[in-house]
T-cell receptor
Framework: DQQVKQNSPSLSVQEGRISILNCDYT??????FLWYKKYPAEGPTFLIS?????DKNEDGRFTVFLNKSAKHLSLHIVPSQPGDSAVYFC???????????????FGKGTKLSVIP | ETGVTQSPTHLIKTRGQQVTLRCSSQ?????VSWYQQALGQGPQFIFQ???????GRGNFPPRFSGLQFPNYSSELNVNALELDDSALYLC????????????FGPGTRLTVL
């Protein structure tokens, strides 16, 4: 039972255009969401996160949107650059006792290719 | 600031053997989590250590065990290796009670023959 789903295994975008990566989740108890980028032979790199009390968080070229009623989040990259080509993972966590992240539940990832 | 480091980078073992993987957390972090990433999949949570005790466990059998040391570094031990244990093992560190973000090391690629 996959609690975090990334239904698009791959996405190709022209350099300079917007990349939109999508993620759906089933567990309504998740209250914190994160995006990670992963290059081959490296560990995932944290990109941006959002708490369930917000619906948008922005950091430079990266914006994450959260739609709690639809249990859906998306990552927008504007403008896309060739260096953004990587696998992007959506992750969700459940904060308990105010003590921080218990565990991260990941999707299977979306491979983004930005074409020059 | 030192990032998360893991050793070894690669490891080849045979079925039935035991393996120990090591992780040094990012400076200032007190919590270590371990994940298994099979080919084509997202990382799967194995367990988390905080204050030298297991602080949560995913759906992995008891032959997966761990330790956290007073300097917050950690070990993952896997006994009676099976072919399906072949994967990338990722360690992530975080600061419990401060932030939900976890920061990952480069991983250890384990191949079981």
């Amino acid at each position: 039972d996959q609690q975090v789903k990334q239904n698009s295994p791959s996405l190709s975008v022209q350099e300079g255009r917007i990349s939109i990566l999508n993620c759906d989740y089933t567990n309504s108890m998740f209250d914190y969401f994160l995006w990670y980028k992963k290059y081959p032979a490296e560990g995932p790199t944290f990109l941006i996160s959002i708490s369930s009390i917000k619906d948008k968080n922005e950091d430079g070229r990266f914006t994450v949107f959260l739609n709690k009623s639809a249990k859906h989040l998306s990552l927008h990259i504007v403008p896309s650059q060739p260096g953004d080509s990587a696998v992007y993972f959506c992750a969700a966590s459940l904060t308990y006792s105010g003590a921080g992240s218990y565990q991260l539940t990941f999707g299977k990832g979306t491979k983004l290719s930005v074409i020059p | 600031e030192t990032g998360v480091t893991q050793s070894p980078t690669h490891l080849i073992k045979t079925r039935g053997q035991q393996v120990t993987l090591r992780c040094s957390s990012q400076s200032g972090h007190n919590t270590v989590s371990w994940y298994q990433q099979a080919l084509g999949q997202g990382p799967q949570f194995i367990f988390q250590y905080y204050r030298e005790e297991e602080n949560g466990r995913g759906n992995f059998p008891p032959r997966f065990s761990g330790l956290q040391f007073p300097n917050y570094s950690s070990e993952l031990n896997v006994n009676a290796l099976e072919l399906d244990d072949s994967a990338l093992y990722l360690c992530a560190s975080s600061l419990q009670g401060y932030s939900n973000e976890q920061f990952f090391g480069p991983g250890t690629r384990l191949t079981v023959l």
